[in-house]
């Protein structure tokens, strides 16, 4: 049975796999560190492959660049021996909910999240460091080999600091921030589905950087739209020139022909304002808004849309160029009573089409949405910390949740179970829109937040209130967020407002587990435990769970079955059990048997947990017998 890696995937690697795999003639070898031959890709010979003239040396070509920016490449793909530690006592709903709050560097935690959530997150919104010149960005190292990023726990300075202040006198201070983010997308866009999207919030300081880093990521295809946020209502007496009002939110998508169309639901205002018109079919669907069936010059020329449709007075009734619909559909409206005849100024006809509120499948009609927002203010998400702290200055200038509940409102679906990123959590808005628009709606988006435990000043008045770090600040705004919405909604039973936090730590296996021809024969003696001594079984789970790709966010529980205590994860009876674990020693034939009788789809055990080595020889034939279908793993 195969033994777990329990670490980051090596991206470098996997990118070297996949271009040999598809241009094996530029495989070669070449001395590591170490002297030792490894495999390697002809790069010469590459770039000629993908080239259609000779290749003699590096061309001009458009791109964006800067120092540092190839250590930011390497850092984002180079792994990290690092997992999630659960946090039961920090936690709300443990064993129910579905929505995680990792505490820790966000590089780390995107690494970490790579095998089990590649594809799978529908959303990404982040408010990111604007770099004003007197704000922190993440301190990352960038002159360490991937063995010694492999090795290295925690990547501070003497103090744990993870961050510093970029200030406008630093000599690489465009450099310094376009790296962090840099890395950080590169990781966050594995994780977005092929019709996913990120939203990025920023102003004037970076924007421009900002879409180039994302072009290159994304490429400039897959660029939606940049909203325009009004802030602020007024003011800026101070201002020298002009009063700024507002900031961005940039818009990518992961694949742009694979995103779905962008809607929100229509208010009470524009209901009133546009749905004035009723008919026969108004107990049923509503009042109705009318619309030229005739199509603009913008719409591409189509014969098959030129045809008669019959008016009101026997007579037929051509286009001027075309319609919108196929004959079909128009001659299915016709009967539906779904086109209204208005009369013309040559006492002629021309045809509408009939947009009713509530739509022939039964859905209510939505709207789309502008690229302004202009309806919420900084002082609402000032105004939300009041109300949930008591005080204003427990954290400053969060975003409000209206605003990221309005992207949401565009960008996911309330019965799709979709999932929302946020790796740089801040105070925790995007948990709290989450659960705000989830409780409207009764959807059930789950979210991902990480934030660092960054130090609060010691004068700042979230210290004195007793918060040391904002991660604190945000795990106790999501906390009150969650219970003021369920007491507001006790109709909303299922509304899950609970979070399971981890923290990001050193792996639970010793070093030994990772680099055995670096240690000596002493250090073997002091080493005789692969695992850790302070690890529980608990955290072994999780860092199963990472490493093997099992959704984090899955119901856990825990049985005693021949005096041992095995997890099952996401057991029930409609599936068979997504993975069984027993970090146990001295497990036994009785114990394998009952597990495997059970037809996991997973299971693992330590690799010094079985009680005789033959066992251990033989549980693989156990599974082939009584579960063919189950995979084994050891650690």
């Known amino acids: 049975m195969d033994k777990l890696i329990m670490h980051s995937p090596d991206l470098t690697q996997q990118n070297i796999d996949k271009l040999l795999e598809l241009f094996p003639n530029c495989k070669t070898e070449k001395q590591d560190d170490n002297g030792n031959l490894t495999i390697a890709v ?31 490449l390497l850092t984002a793909n180079a792994p990290i021996a690092k997992t999630l530690r659960p946090c039961r006592e920090e936690s709300v709903d443990f064993d129910t909910t579905e929505n995680l709050f990792i505490e820790g560097d966000n590089l780390d935690a995107l690494k970490l999240l790579q095998e089990t959530y590649l594809g799978k997150v529908k959303m990404i ?39 510093l202040v970029n200030t406008e006198s630093n000599g690489r201070f465009h450099s310094d921030w376009m790296s962090m983010m840099f ?14 999207v990120v939203f990025i919030s920023i102003d004037d300081s970076e924007y421009h950087n900002l879409r180039k880093i994302c072009d290159e990521i ?33 818009v990518f998508a992961k694949k742009i022909e694979s995103l779905e169309s962008f809607h929100i639901p229509l208010t009470e205002d524009s209901i009133k304002r546009y749905y004035k018109q009723k008919d026969v079919n108004f107990e049923k669907r509503g009042p109705y808004r009318t619309h030229p069936l005739e199509a603009t010059k913008s ?103 209206k605003f990221v509940k ?39 988006r789950k979210v991902i937040g990480v934030q660092l435990p960054e130090k609060c000043n010691e004068k700042s008045e979230s210290f004195k209130a007793g918060y040391k770090t904002i991660a604190e600040i945000s795990k106790e705004r999501i906390r009150r967020a969650g219970a003021k919405i369920k007491e507001e909604n006790p109709e909303a039973t299922d509304l899950d407002t609970g979070f399971r936090v981890f923290k990001i730590d050193s792996s639970n296996m010793n070093e030994v587990h990772y680099t055995p021809d670096a240690v000596s024969k002493d250090d073997l003696f002091k080493q005789v435990e692969h695992i850790k001594s ?8 999780f860092q199963v769970m990472l490493d093997w790709g099992v959704d984090l966010s899955l119901p856990i529980r825990k049985e005693t079955i021949e005096g041992k205590e095995v997890y099952f994860v996401n057991d029930d009876d409609q599936a068979p059990c997504d993975l069984v674990a027993c970090f146990e020693k001295g497990i036994d034939e009785p114990l394998i048997k009952a597990l495997a009788a059970k037809e996991p789809l997973r299971v693992v055990f330590r690799d010094d947990g079985f009680a005789s080595d033959s066992l251990k020889i033989n549980v693989e034939q156990i599974f082939k017998q009584l579960a063919p279908a189950t995979d084994i793993k050891v650690i």
């Open 406 to 444: 309005k992207l949401m409102e565009i960008a996911t679906r309330k019965d799709k179970g979709d999932v929302v990123v946020d790796f740089f959590s801040g105070s925790g808005t995007t948990f709290h829109s989450a659960f705000v628009l989830n409780s409207e709606d009764g959807g059930n």
């Open 125 to 163: 919104y982040i408010d990111p460091p604007y770099n004003t010149g007197n704000d922190f960005i993440y301190n990352d190292e960038f002159s360490v080999s991937s063995e010694e990023y492999l090795l290295g726990s925690e990547q501070a300075d003497e103090d744990g600091n993870r961050l």
């Open 183 to 196: 890395s950080r997308i590169k990781l966050a866009k594995n994780l977005l589905s092929e019709n996913g």
């Open 534 to 541: 302070d690890r529980t079984a608990e955290d072994l789970l």
């Open 299 to 401: 719409m591409g020329e189509r014969l098959n849309l030129v045809y008669p449709i019959p008016g009101p007075d026997g007579k037929d009734i051509m286009p001027k160029r075309q319609w919108l619909w196929g004959k079909q559909r128009t001659l299915e409206a016709l009967e539906n009573n779904e086109i209204e005849f208005v009369k013309t100024q040559t006492g002629g006809f021309t045809a509408h089409s009939k947009q009713y509120l509530i739509e022939a499948s039964g859905e209510r009609r939505k709207g789309k949405p502008f690229s302004i927002i202009d309806d919420v203010f900084t002082q609402h998400g000032t105004n939300e910390i009041i109300e949930l702290f008591g005080n204003a200055q427990t954290f400053s200038f969060p975003k409000p949740s």
């Open 42 to 72: 002809d790069f010469d010979l590459l770039k000629q492959e993908l080239s259609k003239n000779i290749v003699e040396g590096p061309q001009e070509r458009y791109q964006i660049n800067w120092p540092g920016k190839k250590e930011a």
């Open 218 to 250: 994304f490429g400039a295809d897959n660029f939606v739209d940049n909203i325009i946020w009004k802030k602020r209502y007024g003011g800026g007496a101070k201002e020298k020139h002009l009063v700024s009002l507002h900031e961005y939110t940039l």
